[in-house]
């Protein structure tokens, strides 16, 4: 009884993210209120409480349950990036380009993300939150280039952090510009030669810290602020 009690829980709560999502890609979300979401999924408003808190509970769970497999597309980088970390951050960067280009889900989360959402009234909490996950983000792009300057891949004086916001900001924008227009071109075919441009840049010029500067104070003011941001949500 508790297995099938806890069976139907899961499905409400993704009947209720269904309805939410298609409400917020076809009204914006400060337009859709939680009564919005439970007519919509043919339950009481006491039903979204009882899964969510509030609307940017709701928000979150809905952008967690569309990018979890993306950010463990990264995480596995750490795994596999012993010997070779540009290959490893390439095969990466592919596999999330592909994993867009496959999931309508993905597609649509990302639509409302980009474009449907603004962090006002209720949702401003999640603004403190986008930042910690873009800057842990952020963070293992730097490990990972770090580990290229270890084995020799990258030079010496490559700056790590910069390298990382360069790459993200890249594979953000390619992402962004796609999910506007996908017809615009087969994003799973072209994945490869996408991330080949950017890890080939960065291997024939990756920014470089200033003459004489030291990587690890840069770092670690990186990851205070990171650290920072993280203690500061909700």
């Known amino acids: 009884m508790a297995r099938r009690t806890k069976e139907a829980s899961l499905v409400t709560r993704e009947r ?53 497999p993306l950010e463990a597309d990264f995480a596995r980088v750490d795994a596999v990036a012993g010997t070779d970390p540009l290959a490893a951050l390439r095969s990466a960067s592919i596999a999330a380009l592909r994993r867009l280009a496959a999931d309508p889900r993905t597609q649509s989360v990302f639509e409302i993300v980009f474009h449907k959402c603004e962090l006002v009234d209720d949702l401003t909490g999640l603004a403190t939150t986008r930042r910690v996950d873009r800057g842990h983000c952020i963070g293992q792009i730097a490990d990972v280039v770090r580990r290229a300057v270890a084995a020799g891949e990258l030079p010496a004086d490559t700056d790590p952090t910069l390298a990382a916001h360069g790459v993200h900001a890249t594979m953000v924008g390619i992402m962004h510009e796609w999910v506007l227009d996908p017809a615009a071109y087969d994003l799973a075919a072209a994945a490869p030669a996408l991330v080949e441009m950017i890890v080939a840049g960065l291997r024939t010029a990756p920014p470089r810290r200033p003459r004489g500067a030291d990587e690890a104070p840069h770092a670690a003011r990186h990851g205070r602020a990171r650290q920072v941001a993280s203690e500061s949500t909700p």
């Open 16 to 68: 209720l993210l269904d309805a939410a999502e298609a409400l917020f890609r076809d009204h914006g979300v400060t337009r859709t209120s939680l009564a919005d979401v439970a007519k919509r999924a043919g339950m009481t408003r006491g039903a979204v409480y009882w899964h969510f808190r509030d609307k940017a509970d709701l928000f979150r769970a809905l952008f967690e349950r569309a990018t979890l």
